[in-house]
């Protein structure tokens, strides 16, 4: 099976799905990887799906998705992006630096602790050679430390 029947299948669309898109790319300008100004555009990777092109392991948006799915929200037919992006990965059998650190978070604290997270993937990032991102990282980062909680066990009765 040629890999965009495969991912769309998996992501339970049917390429006709993909043939509503109307290029408007508002998902792009939502997108928090695109944000990050890593040249992420989920309707270039909706668009080569279509086309049949092969997705490969360093699109953006394979390696740095966070299924935040505000591009669905913002797109005009609710496109779920996301839900692609995670046929890719099982595709290409791979992850993304989120998902690393997400589970790093699970097995240390029994939950998602963001803080960590965002610490975690900036780790992943600046190892991957994204080093000119890391500015516009740290202002999600700050973001974040000033909402900042410890986390504390909870007493099993
Ligand atoms: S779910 Fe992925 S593609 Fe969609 S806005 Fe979030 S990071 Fe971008
Ligand atoms: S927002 Fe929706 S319709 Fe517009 S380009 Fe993105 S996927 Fe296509």
Request: with cysteine.
């Amino acid at each position: 099976m040629q890999q965009t029947d495969y991912i769309i299948e998996l992501a339970g669309h049917k390429k006709e799905d993909l043939s509503v898109c109307l290029g408007c790319r508002i998902c792009a300008s939502v997108c928090t990887v695109n944000d990050l100004e890593i040249n992420a555009n989920p309707q270039e990777l909706l668009m080569n799906l279509f086309l049949g092109l092969n997705v490969d392991k360093d699109d953006p948006l394979v390696r740095f998705c966070t299924n935040c799915y505000r591009c669905t929200s913002a797109c005009p037919w609710q496109i779920r992006i996301p839900d692609i992006v995670r046929g890719l990965r099982e595709n290409l059998s791979t992850g993304s630096v989120f998902e690393h650190a997400i589970i790093e978070s699970i097995n240390i604290w029994g939950r998602m602790y963001e803080p960590y997270v965002f610490l975690r993937a900036s780790l992943f990032v600046l190892k991957d050679g994204w080093a000119r991102h890391m500015f516009r990282m740290m202002e999600y980062v700050i973001n974040i430390v000033r909402s900042i909680h410890v986390p504390h066990k909870v007493k099993r009765i």
